[in-house]
Nanobody
Framework: QVQLVESGGGLVQAGGSLRLSCAASGRTFSMYSMGWFRQAPGKEREFVATISWSGGSTAYADSVKGRFTISRDNAKNTVYLLMNSLKPEDTAVYCC?????????????????WGQGTKVAVSS
């Protein structure tokens, strides 16, 4: 079992930056690939970024490519999402998730553990 707790959300002006963290419990964190997803008010959950168990592979949604960076520190059981050049359309609740496949994936069905999320609001 893996428990995930996100932090780092908040209110920021357009063009600003935030770094989200997702702390995981459990000794097997390094075996899981991780993903970040977001859900804006009135919209469906969407994929943001994913990273493999080793950190050697990453993938991003087109809407955040070049602005967001996903990374992980297996020694600290933590995955990060650095968000630069934020836009009002990035406003959402951001959740991290863990996949037992160990490989990158954009599909929510591949993820078995989910955090509660952290809110990000970007003002124009």
């Amino acid at each position: 079992q893996v428990q995930l707790v996100e932090s780092g959300g908040g209110l920021v002006q357009a063009g600003g930056s935030l770094r989200l963290s997702c702390a995981a419990s459990g000794r097997t964190f390094s075996m899981y690939s991780m993903g970040w997803f977001r859900q804006a008010p009135g919209k469906e959950r969407e994929f943001v970024a994913t990273i493999s168990w080793s950190g050697g592979s990453t993938a991003y949604a087109d809407s955040v490519k070049g602005r967001f960076t996903i990374s992980r520190d297996n020694a600290k059981n933590t995955v990060y999402l650095l968000m630069n050049s934020l836009k009002p359309e990035d406003t959402a609740v951001y959740c991290c998730a863990a996949s037992q496949t160990g490989q990158i994936s954009e599909e929510t069905r591949k993820y078995v553990y989910w955090g509660q999320g952290t809110k990000v609001a970007v003002s124009s």
